[in-house]
């Protein structure tokens, strides 16, 4: 990352600029900023789906990016307002009860239908296709089921429960195989391929022994490789997610040293495996 060079830790220019970031820190935490990455992939979803179902070979489409822009800024101000000072939408945070997936299930899949709304697709055709995403939606939701802690003073992230481990990804890695069968069916490329690539990490985290960092990479890759596919179609969701991207790293580096949301894991090798 650029600022690490310019800005190295143990130097006064990093302690200097480092209260700064730490009171972005703070305002970071307290609004579960980074949960803005899934509740604006799934909006742009429906944009995104809405758009294949018009026109099969839609491809880097910029002429829907101010409608966009707007149903993310909706969908924010509905996150901050409603459904983080109701504790509403708190996946990744903890284990969710069968009720609580069930109630995240149903908010996600209002984002995607939201996102959905002004096309000229088929309203029967939209719903039919919205259910694989959904189906997509829950196997990615069952590796949240193992929430990440961070040791702040070895800057070091850690599982706390691996209770349930073979339950949670072997439904997680079904229900992207599923995910990919449909894609098939329903001739969404985007679906398939996006299931397709994902369900290695599930399965990986699923029969390796357990370690952080294939969770670590469970977690952050399908959600970015899924975000990165929706661009495909709608480019102008580059824009919030890599300002969210990088906004984020740059107050993580300067609050706790480490770079993140980050494509690299842990690679400590004194604490490689754990014991199953």
Not at 152 to 176: A, D, I, M, P, Q
Request: aromatic share 20%.
């Amino acid at each position: 990352m650029l600022v690490e060079r310019i800005f190295p830790r143990d130097t006064r220019r990093y302690t200097d600029i480092q209260k700064f970031f730490e009171k972005a820190g703070d305002f970071i935490e307290k609004f579960s900023i980074m949960r803005l990455f899934i509740i604006w992939s799934l909006t742009a979803c429906g944009t995104v789906l809405s758009a294949g179902l018009e026109n099969r070979f839609v491809y880097w489409d910029w002429s829907g990016s101010a409608v966009g822009f707007i149903k993310l800024a909706i969908v924010s101000a509905v996150f901050f307002l409603i459904l983080r000072p109701n504790k509403l939408w708190t996946l990744g945070s903890k284990r969710l009860g069968a009720n609580e997936l069930a109630s995240h299930t149903v908010m996600a899949s209002s984002l995607i239908f939201f996102g959905g709304i002004g096309s000229g697709a088929d309203f029967g055709r939209f719903i039919l296709h919205l259910f694989p995403y959904i189906i997509g939606f829950l196997a990615a939701a069952l590796v949240f089921q193992f929430p990440l802690k961070l040791d702040e003073s070895k800057g070091e992230w850690f599982v706390e429960n691996w209770e349930n481990k073979y339950y949670y990804l072997g439904g997680s890695s079904l229900f992207f195989l599923v995910a990919i069968l449909a894609g098939f069916f329903l001739d969404d490329p985007i679906l398939s391929t996006v299931a397709m690539v994902n369900l290695p990490f599930s399965m990986v985290a699923l029969i390796f022994p357990e370690h952080v960092r294939h969770l670590q990479r469970a977690r952050f890759f399908p959600l970015f490789i899924f975000s990165l596919f929706l661009c495909v179609r709608a480019p102008w969701f580059l824009v919030p997610i890599i300002i969210l991207f990088f906004f984020l790293r740059t107050v993580n580096y300067f609050r706790y040293g480490i770079a993140y949301p980050s494509f690299g894991v842990d690679f400590d090798e004194t604490t490689l495996y754990t014991d199953v």
